[in-house]
């Protein structure tokens, strides 16, 4: 049994997201400037990541054994005629970070690229430092470049790492019964 589960945003999912868009170290973790999200803001982000978009694929990640939602999971920027998108996750219960929760659900949204969606490419952008990167690499992602200097954070600039895979990477890293064919 996988530890978590995967699923769309819903409303119900409001007062999580507010508060994890509200988190300061977030911010710090994930990249950008930290600025506060008013509840109307937060409704509206989404109610449109709620809705059917062909450019995104926004799921919640939730603990299997309790059904908690933990965090959220994307496919973002999906370019259908190139076949890629970018992938980003992040664990907003503090408590549930460092249990190999994100692992999981990226092998999982990683799975539906390549096997339900049909994409050719992923690729992540990670934060200099960010235990993600380590994450990425074990799971198949190949350090592709470095954006120097590209994002400012707590008063600093930091270089954005660019990792990628392929399918055929991803074909390599799983055996076919792994994939669950």
Not at 134 to 143: L, P, S
Not at 144 to 155: F, I, M, S
């Amino acid at each position: 049994m996988e530890p978590i589960y995967l699923r769309a945003l819903e409303r119900d999912d409001l007062e999580r997201t507010h508060k994890w868009h509200n988190d300061r170290t977030m911010y710090r973790i994930m990249g950008g400037t930290f600025h506060y999200v008013s509840r109307a803001a937060e409704e509206a982000w989404l109610r449109k990541k709620e809705a059917y978009s062909p450019t995104e694929v926004m799921l919640a990640i939730c603990v299997t054994e309790t059904s908690q939602h933990i965090g959220n999971i994307y496919l973002r920027n999906i370019d259908w005629a190139a076949r890629h998108a970018e992938g980003q996750i992040w664990i907003g219960e503090v408590g549930q970070r460092t249990k190999g929760y994100g692992r999981a659900a990226a092998e999982l949204l990683i799975s539906h690229a390549f096997e339900d969606l049909g994409l050719h490419r992923l690729y992540v952008l990670a934060l200099e430092g960010n235990p993600s990167i380590h994450m990425a690499e074990t799971q198949g992602f190949v350090r592709e470049g470095v954006l120097r200097d590209h994002v400012y954070v707590a008063g600093k600039f930091k270089d954005l790492v660019v990792l990628g895979m392929t399918v055929d990477d991803y074909r390599r890293a799983r055996p076919r019964a792994e994939r669950g064919q």
